[in-house]
C-alpha cells in the first residue's frame, strides 16, 4: 500500500470429492481428508446420499449415457505463477502501486494484490473414462 508491502502469504487448499450411483440416485460427498478411514467414510456418505434421493426419484439413471473417453486440458500459460519469486512479485507490486500513484492528485491510496490460482481435476466414471484438467 502507498509503495510498502503489508503482507506476504501464500495458502494451500486440497480436496476431493465422489459422485455416486446408488438405487437410481446419485450423491456427492467431498472431504480434505485423504486417510483410507475418511476415503470409507466419504464413499460411504456419498452412497448414503444416493440412496435417500432414489426414493424420490420418478425415472431411472442409465450409465450407459455416461462418457467412456479420455481426455487432458492444460490451460496456455506463458510463465507458471507459481514459479515467479517473491522479489519479482514485490517489484510488480511496487511499480503497480507507484503507476496508480502517479495518477494525480485525486489518486489518495494506492493498493495492489497479486493472487494466483491452481485447480487440478480428475473426472473418472465406471465406464472407465478419464478426464484430467489442470487450470492456472
Known amino acids: 500500500r ?22 437410481g440416485g446419485w450423491g456427492f460427498a467431498s472431504t480434505s481428508v485423504t ?10 456418505l456419498a452412497v448414503e446420499i444416493a ?6 426419484r420418478k425415472s431411472s439413471s442409465d450409465l450407459s449415457v455416461m462418457p467412456t473417453g479420455n481426455g487432458h486440458y492444460s490451460s ?10 517473491w522479489h519479482e512479485r514485490i517489484d510488480l507490486a511496487t511499480e503497480v502501486t507507484e503507476r496508480i ?3 494525480g492528485d485525486r489518486v489518495k491510496v494506492a493498493t495492489c ?14 465406464r472407465e473414462a478419464r478426464f484430467k484438467k489442470d487450470i492456472t
Open 2 to 23: 502507498d509503495g510498502a508491502v503489508e503482507r506476504l502469504s501464500t495458502d494451500h487448499d486440497a480436496g476431493w470429492g465422489i459422485h455416486a450411483m446408488a438405487g
Open 35 to 44: 486417510n483410507p478411514n475418511a476415503i470409507r467414510d466419504t464413499a460411504r
Open 51 to 56: 440412496q435417500a434421493g432414489a426414493s424420490r
Open 76 to 85: 496456455p500459460i506463458l510463465r507458471d505463477p507459481f514459479t515467479v519469486p
Open 101 to 103: 500513484s502517479a495518477g
Open 113 to 126: 494484490m497479486l493472487y494466483a490460482e491452481r485447480h487440478n481435476k480428475l473426472y473418472m466414471t465406471p
